[in-house]
């Protein structure tokens, strides 16, 4: 196997040139010359004439240039990506930070959109026949333009890393990206494998980041225009991100590769979740939140943010899927440095990497569901009894607009079976004995503050939110907690300052969708 530095030997070096070939590079010895005569003689002007001497016996390819690594390239090649320009795997931070601000070396640094399509290569596990779903054929019309795209690159990102960021729950990741700012998101979201070699490095999921591509025939293919695209490979694991430079879309597409493996692999699923613990204790929050709406949350002192986006739950425990944290925020002086930047229409997000915080933790203690439904319908809080949780989440009622009124547990991938999935998710809960909150953050007149969801989530972790009464006047699957011992929140639904009788045709309706989804009707 070849070293990254490689001394091509013709015949005995000379003492001259044994003393050159020292300074600038080991000489290990080369089983296989014609291997590297061949290397040579494709990446055409990649010799360095100034390091052979007239009167060296010798010759020297220097490859242990940074930027310049044959054996990178070789690799790359193995994919069908011919690098002409400059190479670079697993590059430091501060390297990656200086190349994404450099209009030169990476492209696509406008506004982000997470307006784009979701299609598959071929037909995944789910049911949803919306999804979209391209022809084989087209499916390599699509992979050779993109291969070609980057082959053109002046630059290309090697990141070799694992999706989950514990040993004990973690899927190997090659991803190869032409953006330097596509590789400094990766490199805060997805921790490193040090593997030495490039070529020494197994893994089972691949990922293409091509901010800039967009295939000759985007229309053909049934792509809208202007519009970016994830294009999932199951069977294979392989995802591509094209036409967009947004972040969400490179964690949907790592979600949607890998969530079928961890379920085969593991046992685990991956959820659209966040994972909390009060400083000090190892008693985790699970908390799910179709719109992340947590993260926008400032939680004070009292927590920390063990997980953000994504959640691995197996048989050991809770597991962090990603390694980086992203907030949204609508000024630019509050990012730090080295932290990955994305422009918005309006502010921008930011993305840190998590130190210092453990990356798994035993079973969940609690499980909350945040919604925001402003009917006022669900109280401020209540507890889901365990002979209902099942249904509630396959539902997954959210109450946030009248397109996400519904989001089922599992639905933001579209590559697990959903019944499969709920049916482990509910063995899982079970075997934890962890009790499952709903927290309507909407449900006064005004929405519950920063402040009073981290009130709320600081008495659910101490056990101090348990139901006034189990049996609700109101909801037949659904018990509102009114009042928390300590806790000065209003939480009563009389003086909520919203009436059905005010809205009754109203209040009909939505009870009649939310009897339909997750059977809360309320007694008559």
Request: charged share 20%; net charge neutral; glycine share 6%.
């Amino acid at each position: 196997m070849l070293s990254r530095t490689t001394a091509l030997i013709t015949r005995p070096l000379s003492s001259h040139c044994v003393s050159l070939c020292s300074q600038v590079a080991p000489v290990v010895e080369v089983r296989s010359i014609s291997y590297l005569a061949q290397l040579r003689r494709q990446k055409t002007g990649r010799l360095t004439p100034h390091l052979f001497s007239s009167e060296a016996d010798g010759w020297l390819i220097g490859s242990g240039q940074l930027g310049s690594d044959h054996t990178l390239n070789s690799v790359f090649d193995n994919y069908k990506i011919d690098v002409d320009g400059l190479a670079y795997r697993n590059l430091h931070p501060r390297a990656l930070v200086t190349l994404a601000n450099d209009r030169t070396m990476a492209p696509t640094r406008g506004v982000s959109s997470d307006n784009y399509q979701l299609v598959f290569g071929e037909k995944g596990p789910s049911s949803d026949s919306s999804a979209r779903v391209v022809s084989i054929n087209d499916y390599k019309e699509i992979v050779r333009e993109l291969k070609e795209h980057l082959s053109e690159s002046k630059v290309m990102f090697m990141h070799d890393g694992a999706v989950g960021s514990n040993p004990k729950a973690e899927l190997r990741l090659r991803a190869m990206t032409n953006s330097a700012s596509s590789a400094l998101y990766l490199n805060h979201v997805v921790p490193k494998v040090n593997i030495k070699l490039v070529e020494d490095f197994q893994h089972s999921l691949t990922l293409y980041v091509a901010p800039d591509f967009v295939p000759s025939n985007a229309s053909s293919f049934g792509f809208a225009e202007g519009k970016g695209f994830v294009l999932v490979d199951v069977a294979r694991g392989i995802a591509i991100v094209a036409g967009t430079n947004s972040t969400v879309a490179i964690r949907d597409a790592l979600s949607s590769i890998s969530s079928p493996r961890f379920l085969r692999e593991f046992s685990a699923v991956s959820l659209h979740a966040d994972v909390v613990t009060l400083k000090g204790q190892d008693n985790p929050i699970l908390v799910i939140n179709p719109d992340h709406l947590l993260l926008n949350k400032v939680l004070g002192k009292d927590f920390d943010v063990v997980g953000a986006h994504n959640t691995i739950w197996g048989e050991k425990g809770i597991y962090r899927f990603f390694d980086g944290i992203t907030k949204q925020h609508s000024s630019s002086s509050v990012s730090s440095r080295g932290d990955h930047t994305e422009k918005l229409e309006s502010g921008a997000r930011y993305t840190a990497r998590r130190h210092g915080i453990s990356t798994g933790h035993g079973h969940p203690s609690s499980v909350v569901v945040l919604v925001s439904d402003h009917s006022k319908v669900l109280p401020p809080l209540s507890l889901i009894p365990a002979e209902h949780v099942k249904e509630y989440l396959a539902a997954g009622y959210s109450g946030i607009s009248k397109d996400k009124q519904f989001k089922p547990l599992f639905s933001n991938t579209n590559t697990v079976d959903s019944e499969e999935a709920t049916e482990r998710f509910n063995a899982l809960l079970q075997a934890s004995k962890a009790n499952v909150y709903v927290v309507n953050t909407a449900a006064k007149d005004k929405d519950l503050t920063d402040q009073e969801v981290s009130d709320v989530l600081r008495a659910i972790s101490e056990g101090k939110a348990k139901p006034t009464d189990a049996k609700s006047s109101v909801f037949s699957k659904l018990a509102p907690i009114t009042s928390i011992l300590g806790l000065n929140i209003n939480l009563d639904s009389a003086t909520r300052g919203w009436d059905p009788k005010d809205h009754k045709q109203e209040a009909i309706k939505l009870e009649e969708l939310i009897s339909q989804k997750i059977s809360t009707k309320p007694k008559q």
